[in-house]
């Protein structure tokens, strides 16, 4: 079950109770409650409402191509991973994962080029490590083999911190360029700073309304970004609950 999935249905809910009460006696209670729940699932779909709610996240975040700071390595996080099937016998990253590995790339093309951890470990049992997958597909665009490292143990976000920081520091690396999308970059940094290693924001993507009238029209759009800022949230605070930030 997704985050947003009970949220959606909570706001469904509240709309048939208040229709329900304006069917068998117009009281205003009625009226409100169902304008209630119609302006929870447009918050819930509007686009502009979740620019709003990810700002306490992503306004810290310069945006821009290049960081700002220096780094000894650049460390870029898995996403999703699609393994083989039988009918497609060779694994897909998903569409966060390519996204972190080319900008990872580019920066070591047009930023310095130092060496890049790829973190992330096998997504489920006994498949190979996402880092693994992210290694090949930073070899083809160009990164040299030797200037890819690998830490291939992860599960989490505290777990790429975490065995990210141990590889780190056995090859004598302190600072690092976090590349992740800015949504998620808060919990991230955290975990990496909790590790003790300096680090300088690369985000690979920052999420802007949709220009036009596509922007001002609720969708899927706003849906899929409350559902990754659902997540940052929830996670931010067991994070915190748990000492890992």
């Known amino acids: 079950m997704t985050y947003t999935e009970p949220l959606t249905l909570l706001f469904l809910l509240v709309v048939a109770g208040g229709l329900y009460g304006l069917r068998h006696s117009r009281r205003t209670i009625s009226w409100w409650v169902a304008v209630c729940g119609f302006l929870g699932l447009a918050a819930l779909t509007w686009s502009p409402a979740a620019a709003?709610?990810?700002?306490?996240?992503?306004?810290?975040?310069?945006?821009?191509?290049?960081?700002?700071?220096?780094?000894?390595?650049?460390?870029?996080?898995?996403?999703?991973?699609?393994?083989?099937?039988?009918?497609?016998?060779?694994?897909?990253?998903?569409?966060?994962?390519?996204?972190?590995?080319?900008?990872?790339?580019?920066?070591?093309?047009?930023?310095?080029?130092?060496?890049?951890?790829?973190?992330?470990?096998?997504?489920?049992?006994?498949?190979?490590?996402?880092?693994?997958?992210?290694?090949?597909?930073?070899?083809?665009?160009?990164?040299?083999?030797?200037?890819?490292?690998?830490?291939?143990?992860?599960?989490?976000?505290?777990?790429?911190?975490?065995?990210?920081?141990?590889?780190?520091?056995?090859?004598?690396?302190h600072r690092i360029a976090l590349v992740v999308e800015a949504d998620s970059m808060l919990r991230a940094e955290k975990c990496f700073r909790k590790q003790g290693l300096d680090l300088t924001p690369a985000p690979c993507l920052f999420r802007d309304t949709p220009e036009g009238a596509e922007g001002w029209i609720p969708g899927w759009q706003g849906i899929y970004r409350q559902e990754i800022l659902l997540h940052e949230g929830i996670g931010l605070i067991w994070y915190w609950l748990r000492g890992r930030i």
Not at 124 to 147: F, H, K
Not at 158 to 169: I, T
Request: charged content about 20%.
């Open 52 to 173: 709003l709610v990810a700002r306490p996240l992503v306004g810290r975040y310069p945006n821009t191509m290049r960081p700002a700071g220096d780094a000894e390595a650049i460390v870029v996080l898995a996403g999703g991973v699609n393994y083989p099937t039988k009918e497609r016998p060779y694994a897909l990253v998903g569409r966060d994962t390519y996204r972190r590995v080319m900008h990872a790339a580019w920066l070591f093309h047009n930023w310095k080029p130092l060496p890049i951890l790829a973190a992330g470990g096998p997504q489920s049992r006994g498949a190979e490590a996402a880092s693994v997958i992210m290694r090949r597909m930073l070899e083809q665009q160009g990164v040299p083999t030797s200037q890819v490292w690998t830490e291939e143990e992860s599960r989490s976000t505290y777990e790429n911190a975490l065995y990210s920081a141990r590889l780190l520091r056995r090859q004598g690396v």
